[in-house]
């Protein structure tokens, strides 16, 4: 007896001695893998990186910019289905256990003996915490080493933070495959949802994918997600979490995936939406743009994005079109299945209803086309075919462009095409309606130009063309496209003679003049459009209104090159213009979005303004770092409700660039350019529009840039490496640009009233005869308009001509290039003679 108690003494001493050594070997252990833990506070103050999104003026998305598409959400906004369906699959104990599920880990370890050295990899028993350490503080590292730090970490994290934080920290940091990080992302990019609309089926399956997202994918392994997903929906009843009655509707659900639209398509914002992210760039740098989560409202009209790009690609169509057809842009081999080679092709994916095809076969009345099939989302050829026909009313266009045949309409279709062209076609229409069945020959412009639509008492870029189409070109040649505009910068050099005492009825001589340019550099003979025909003294209206460029000439000689220059400036048309007389006539280049900005300016008065993209720019926290409208609100802030006190009132500090009176009248001439002038295409819109076309040297650009009293539109067309347009009037701005701004203008303003411009205070409205901008006599209105005076001038009642070149008064223009006028001509008061 006395032997077994000494043997179980023994023995309590070494299980003591054991549990001592044990313990301390434990306790040793943990301070090993303790004293290099990561700092786990840091969780406190986590910023993920989180998209940059991108809105229109009507709230919809534009773009999403980052590196992980992520959208952070506060555990409050997710629903309890989705919090239930990640619990089920991850770890369905999380609200009890401290950190470390004791038993999962003994499962755990048990398969991982049995597997030992079969290089099959170690099951997981990680709980959540246990991964929100690791992705969060450790390495992907498979060890034991790796485990123990992260279970240590995850007590810590526990008795730091609520199982609430824990859990948003996890949802939203989870890589769910598709590049979507965090449930809210994962919702928009699998089913274009947010996660308040996901259904229990849809919700099953992005919990299924935190542990092997590429192997769920949901095209290419359908079978293996849709069984993961019901393997989820079973521990969702299991639980308790959703009836019996859901689980089995769920689990016969298939595996529906829609991938979410390309907002900037949808409006044809691809150039604006490339330059939103391009400014952003430059102010805030790339982490911000990119891991930011900065939300920008942009000044982006959808509806007119629409109208803009439907009528700008109509206009370079058009024009190409009747350059003929260049032929297909290359050939398929269609022997065997064609729907596959012609997958392989690259084609314009933003230029809808167009659609790339192949020519299958073809006769005199028809040709058979197959278009390219869509590509699943795994990336796998559609298996269906689709087919059409084009008729001889689809080609009948197509003119030969070259060769022998040049101008030639085609008899037959098998004339144009041939089996194996790849071609573009779109639905053909009759009498407005589609035909079924049958489609029209397209072909990619060759031309390109742009557009830009603001309002111009705020500089808000409505909308934005930069070519033909963004997949084909991302040069931005509303931007970055540097063109001569020709005589659409004329008003900026009528608005700096009528600032410094020229007014509309001022008369200037038009005559062929001649430049000595100096140094060797010969004589320049700047000649008008039309050079057989001199009218001999004509008013700043009239030579406007025909783009007289004799006139202009010798209008920037009286008021002088560096007085032109400096209101180029002002209204941020050049940086920096020479002091050549030829810059007078839109020698220099610039681009469409100086372009209207400047003509915005005398829209509005003579009101500066900056051009904008963007309205507000908010932080992740909703703070506003950025708003473009800089404008004084005084009385906006009143607490306590009204009480009577005076309204608001808006204190707008910009600068006065021109005079407001200045600017209603080059305004004022500007109608005239529209109602009778170049650019009379546009009288039909129907409402009141000043504009001005340009075109320049060899017609290689045509321009029109104009406005109504709330939209300014600048237009050009020319090819990116310049070359003529054409001959004659049919090259012109009036002819080729003109229509465009028309048919917008037409779309834009259908449902806006005939608002006149503003009249500002001061400005007297006299009425003169139109040709020679003489005081109309009294009764007299035949032949006569209100022509606008500022205060201290006025027409004179009669006046003579002198400072004359040769006796016949016309500045030495010949009897037979004389067009005789109908009464006597005004001098500026202050000058010898005529301009």
């Known amino acids: 007896m006395r032997l077994l108690v000494r043997f179980m003494g023994f023995l309590f001493a070494a299980g003591t001695v054991l549990f001592l050594v044990g313990v301390g070997a434990v306790a040793g252990l943990i301070w090993h893998f303790s004293k290099d833990l990561p700092d786990y506070s840091q969780l406190q103050d986590y910023e993920p990186p989180v998209m940059t999104r991108v809105h229109a003026t009507d709230g919809s998305l534009l773009g999403e910019y980052a590196k992980e598409r992520r959208l952070y959400l506060p555990i409050q906004a997710v629903p309890k289905l989705v919090i239930n369906a990640f619990l089920a699959a991850e770890d369905k104990n999380f609200y009890e256990h401290g950190g470390i599920d004791y038993t999962g880990m003994a499962r755990a370890g048990l398969v991982y003996l049995q597997n030992y050295g079969s290089n099959r990899r170690p099951q997981g028993a990680s709980t959540i915490t246990q991964q929100v350490a690791k992705n969060f503080l450790l390495t992907n590292e498979v060890s034991f080493a790796r485990k123990i730090k992260e279970a240590l970490l995850a ?14 920290l996890y949802l939203n940091e989870i890589y769910l495959g598709l590049g979507a990080y965090g449930i809210a992302a994962a919702s928009l990019v699998y089913f274009d949802k947010s996660v308040n609309e996901l259904t229990v089926a849809e919700a099953a399956y992005l919990a299924a994918l935190p542990k092997m997202p590429a192997t769920l994918h949901p095209v290419r392994n359908r079978d293996r997600a849709i069984e993961r997903r ?28 829609t991938s979410r639209s390309n907002a900037a398509h949808t409006f044809a914002g691809e150039y604006f939406a490339e330059e939103v992210r391009r400014d952003i760039f430059e102010r805030y740098g790339e982490k911000k743009l990119y891991e930011g989560g900065l939300s920008v409202r942009t000044t982006l009209d959808p509806k007119i994005q629409v109208m803009a790009r439907k009528t700008m ?27 596959v080679k012609l997958a392989e092709m690259k084609s314009l994916s933003d230029i809808s209803p167009w659609r790339m095809a192949v020519v299958l076969e073809t006769s005199d009345q028809s040709a058979r086309i197959g278009f390219q099939p869509n590509r699943e989302l795994g990336g796998a050829v559609s298996k269906q075919r689709e087919t059409g026909l084009i008729t001889l009313d689809g080609v009948k266009w197509a003119k030969a462009a070259s060769g022998a045949a040049k101008g030639r309409a085609a008899t037959g279709v098998a004339q144009v095409l041939q089996p194996g062209d790849v071609i573009y076609a779109d639905p053909l229409y009759k009498d407005g309606t589609p035909v079924e069945g ?44 540097y063109r001569q505009p020709g005589s659409s910068f004329k008003p900026i050099v009528y608005s700096a003679a009528l600032d410094n005492g020229y007014t509309p009825s001022t008369v200037v001589l038009d005559a062929p003049i001649e430049i000595d340019q100096g140094q060797g550099a010969g004589v320049w003979r700047p000649e008008n459009f039309s050079t057989n025909k001199y009218q001999g003294p004509v008013t700043l209206r009239n030579a406007l209104r025909q783009s007289l460029n004799t006139v202009t000439v010798r209008l920037a000689q009286d ?52 051009p904008t ?13 950025f708003k473009h409208d800089q404008r004084e609100c005084r009385g906006c802030d009143a607490a306590g409700g009204w009480k009577n006190q005076p309204e608001p009132q808006l204190i707008d500090r910009r600068e006065q660039v021109l005079d407001s009176m200045t600017a209603y009248q080059i305004t004022e001439l500007m109608e005239g350019v529209v109602q009778a002038g170049t650019a009379t295409v546009v009288r039909e819109v129907g409402k009141p529009i000043a504009g001005k076309t340009g075109t320049t040297n060899e017609a290689k650009d045509a321009w029109f840039v104009g406005f109504s009293p709330d939209v300014a539109v600048a237009i050009y067309m020319g090819y990116d490496k310049p070359r003529p347009l054409g001959k004659g009037n049919a090259a012109t701005g009036g002819h080729l640009a003109a229509p465009i701004a028309r048919d917008f203008l ?55 001509v002198i400072g004359v070149a040769d006796a016949d ?24 003679g005529l301009y």
């Open 155 to 168: 007590m810590r994290i526990e008795k730091t933070y609520s199982k609430d934080k824990i859990l948003e």
């Open 809 to 832: 008064g016309r500045g030495g223009v010949p009897a037979s290039q004389q067009q005789q006028p109908d009464s006597g001509f005004f001098m500026r008061p202050g000058t010898g």
């Open 559 to 610: 008021i002088g090159m560096p007085l032109i220059g400096e209101y180029a400036r002002r209204f941020g048309v050049y940086d920096e213009l020479p002091n050549y007389l030829s810059y007078a006539l839109g020698a220099g280049e610039t681009t469409a979005m100086r372009m209207v900005t400047a003509y915005s300016m005398l829209a509005n008065g003579g009101r500066r303004v900056k």
């Open 613 to 625: 993209l963007i309205d507000r720019i908010q932080d992740r926290y909703g703070h506003t770092i």
């Open 438 to 481: 049958q489609y029209r020959l397209r072909q990619i412009p060759e031309v390109s130009g742009a557009m830009v639509v603001m309002d111009p008492w705020t500089g808000r870029v409505l909308a934005m063309v930069g070519g033909f189409s963004f997949d084909q070109s991302q040069f931005n040649r509303a931007t970055q496209a």
């Open 746 to 800: 037409k779309l834009a303003l259908a449902d806006k009233p005939a608002v006149p411009f503003k009249v500002p205070a001061g400005i007297k409205l006299i009425r003169v005869v139109a040709k020679t901008g003489m005081r109309a006599g009294p009764g007299e209105t035949g032949g006569t308009i209100l022509e606008a005076f500022k205060p201290g001038t006025a027409p004179p009642d009669n006046y003579s």
């Open 313 to 339: 690609v109509a206009g370079l169509v058009n024009y190409d079109e009747q350059q003929g057809y260049r032929g297909a842009m290359s050939k398929l081999d269609i022997s065997g299945d064609w729907g």
């Open 230 to 257: 019901n393997y989820v929906i079973d521990r969702l009843q299991e639980n308790g979490w959703i009836k019996q009655a859901d689980a089995e509707k769920a689990r016969k659900e298939p595996l529906a995936v």
